[in-house]
DNA sequence: AGCTGATCATTG
DNA sequence: CAATGATCAGCT
């Protein structure tokens, strides 16, 4: 992707002022700083942007199950939003197991270790806007407070029950308050196993945990007013 | 217009 | 195939 990458962080307030720093650059800006090429949209590379984000701030790459910024314990999150800072799309967290859940619980869950501390980073990245011209908004981090993650407990129960039960088919994307269960695949044919309501294997497709548009909203104004 | 299901690239 | 990074796009 590029020949020039930042240094990783040091320490958490190094981490947020690498980012406040860039606040109100556009990605052109960015992207030309380190010499990467601008796609003319995202349709083959929807990656894009949380990679070259990756890039500016020194986030360890790789798909190694970690966090972004492995010494400092903090998930790097680009969120796009319209120019009001509303969120365009879900974000996705993780993978959902689909077996070998017992004894499964939302304390020790994978998605809330994953989302426990986050560099949220806003992309005013309405569709019309080109790549290129999308601009960095104000990046803050956030941890769930303990109503957050009281909703988000509610819904990893109920998603997890259903999956426990071999019902994963019947969870829809409605499901869910603040989290939903979705696709998350190179296309629907892709499968993994998973475990019916008596015990056996067999395939599906494989999901993802998301956090709804509304959540994430909510997490931004929340932010705005402790400002 | 918003949302859900589908999809794309890359790496280990 | 699973995990990383997400957005696309048709349907309601």
Redesign the pocket.
Known sequence: MAPTKASIPKSEAQLLQRAQNIAGLSLGEMATRYNIVIPK???????W???L??HVLGASA????EP?FVELGI????L?INRNGKPL??T?V??APLKNLIGASWQNSHIRN?IARVLWVP?I?E?EIPIAERLIGTPFIWSPSPEEDHLMALDWQELTDMIVLGQVEQI???HGQVL?L???????Q????AIDKNGKPFLT??R?FYL???FTHQILKNHLRLD
């Open positions: 949209n995202l349709n083959k590379e929807k990656g942007v949380g990679l984000l990756e790789g798909s190694r199950p972004d998930e790097l999150k680009t796009p799309e879900t996705f993780c993978v994953k992309i990245a569709r829809t994307g409605k939903q979705r696709p998350k695949a190179a296309n629907s892709a499968k993994t196993q497709l494989p993802g709804k548009t509304a």
